[in-house]
C-alpha cells in the first residue's frame, strides 16, 4: 500500500501548481481523500478533502475559490489544483486516505500517508 505525492515545486505569488496523488496497492474507489500540509514550526493542517462517492468536498477557508480537489478513480489518483498561490501556501503538501465515505480534515481519521512534496511560493 502506497501513496505518492508529486507536482510541488517553486512557484512565484499568484502562479498556479497541481499536485497528484497515486496509490498503488489497493483501490482509492472506498476512501475518502485528503489533502494536509505542513509549514516549518507548524502544525499539519487539513487543506481539502473528497469523499469516496458522492464528490462532497472541504476546504480550509484558508485556500478556498483558490485549491480544487478531484479525483479520477480510473486512474486511482486524487489531484489538487492550487491556484492565485500565496508565500503562507508554502508547506510540504501531503495526501492521505480514510476508511469510510465522507470527508474530514482531521488528520487523526486518516489511515495511510503519502511522502509529501514541496510548495514553495516565493518571487
Known amino acids: 500500500v502506497q501513496l505518492q505525492a508529486s507536482g510541488g515545486g517553486l512557484v512565484q505569488p499568484g502562479g498556479s501548481l497541481g499536485l497528484s496523488c497515486a496509490a498503488s496497492?489497493?483501490?482509492?474507489?472506498?476512501?475518502?481523500i485528503g489533502w494536509f500540509r505542513q509549514a516549518p514550526g507548524k502544525e499539519r493542517e487539513g487543506v481539502s478533502c473528497i469523499s469516496s462517492n458522492d464528490g462532497s468536498t472541504y476546504y480550509a477557508d484558508s485556500v478556498k475559490g483558490r485549491f480544487t480537489i478531484s479525483r479520477d478513480n480510473v486512474k486511482n489518483t486524487v489531484y489538487l489544483q492550487m491556484n492565485s498561490l500565496k508565500p503562507e501556501d508554502t508547506a510540504v503538501y501531503y495526501c492521505?486516505?480514510?476508511?469510510?465515505?465522507?470527508?474530514?480534515?482531521?488528520?487523526?481519521?486518516?489511515?495511510?500517508w503519502g511522502q509529501g512534496t514541496q510548495v514553495t511560493v516565493s518571487s
Open positions: 492521505a486516505t480514510k476508511s469510510g465515505a465522507y470527508p474530514s480534515p482531521y488528520s487523526y481519521e486518516y489511515d495511510y
Open positions: 496497492g489497493y483501490t482509492l474507489d472506498y476512501y475518502a
